[in-house]
């Protein structure tokens, strides 16, 4: 059996917590997932994760290995990135779409180094929600969060973004917490409009997948307004890691319903369906992936 596959299945079921969430962002089966998980327990001679009957819990020695099989899969991936040609000195106009919350907190960053390591590239960066046609617009490359419908552009995974399912103590005091996903039927909850279904939230556990139906008096298309929202105490949300832990560190924020998960988010690089990149958009993706992990799960 494949190893790269196996380490794959172990690190999608961490992260998103079950099974079948691990077989679900990799298009595979349940049974699939578990036996890769139990390959890799035969041959590291260890047990990977605890079947509790709430949630899947990770061994001890599931988070030693987490992080290298991370940098295991990302050089491996990297490797296939940089398996092409080498390109001419990239020049001209690139122009990129990048999701607004993610991309004003992680890329701007990497847009400076590339723009110090490439001064010949002029810089176009498009901040958005929407989902940009890339030919009609005349982008080159774009990140997007989330699973991608199917269509003629080429996607390259960079890894994944954690959701927490939070509120502020203030909005807390003298409701009755939520206790199980069916709970929050009777909270005010915060919307991100642009995943679907939208007034939907779900979430995993050993039971399976938990689908509520929510309201709320506001729905926002930006995670950092959504974070706004939540402390001006207007309800729960689900909000990136970015967004979210921080206050929960400082208890500013309380993570609402720690025993159930809620899946991790992909994120693609993706751009047109042609033959090249242009050596301007292969750079600025190398570079992308490079630094991926100060970003991504």
């Known amino acids: 059996m494949d190893r790269i596959d196996c380490l794959r299945a172990f690190v999608r079921a961490l992260e998103g917590g079950s099974f079948s969430a691990a077989a679900t962002e990799l298009g595979i089966g349940q049974p699939a997932v578990s036996k890769r998980i139990a390959s890799l327990e035969s041959e590291f001679g260890t047990q990977l994760f605890f079947r509790t009957t709430r949630k899947l819990r990770p061994t001890p020695e599931a988070h030693r290995i987490y992080q290298l099989a991370r ?8 490797a296939g990135a940089s398996a092409h040609p080498i390109s001419p000195q990239p020049t001209g106009t690139l122009k990129i779409s990048l999701p607004s919350s993610f991309g004003r907190r992680y890329m701007m960053p990497i847009i400076a180094e590339y723009v110090r390591t490439f001064p010949g590239v002029r810089l176009d960066v498009r901040f958005s929600e929407r989902l940009v046609n890339l030919v009609e617009e005349g982008i080159e490359l774009a990140l997007r969060i989330g699973h991608l419908e199917a269509s003629t552009l080429v996607a390259r ?8 399912l939070v509120a502020t103590p203030t909005y807390l005091h003298g409701r009755t917490p939520p206790r199980t996903p069916e709970d929050l039927k009777t909270h005010q909850c915060i919307v991100y409009p642009r995943l679907s279904p939208a007034n939907e939230w779900a979430f995993e556990s050993e039971h399976g997948r938990h689908v509520v139906p929510v309201k709320g ?4 298309d930006d995670a950092d307004a959504m974070e706004t929202a939540v402390r001006h105490h207007l309800g729960l949300a689900i909000l990136p890691a970015w967004n979210a832990v921080g206050g929960i560190y400082n208890g500013q924020l309380e993570n609402v319903l720690p025993d159930y998960s809620i899946a991790a988010l992909p994120l693609h ?17 190398d570079l992308i992936v490079q630094r991926s992990q100060t970003f991504v799960s």
């Open 71 to 78: 940098e295991i899969l990302s050089n491996f991936d990297t």
């Open 157 to 164: 995974r960079l890894g994944t973004v954690r959701r927490y």
């Open 217 to 220: 008096a506001i729905l926002v």
């Open 269 to 285: 690089a993706v751009y047109p369906d042609m033959d090249w990149m242009s050596p301007r958009a292969r750079s600025f993706l």
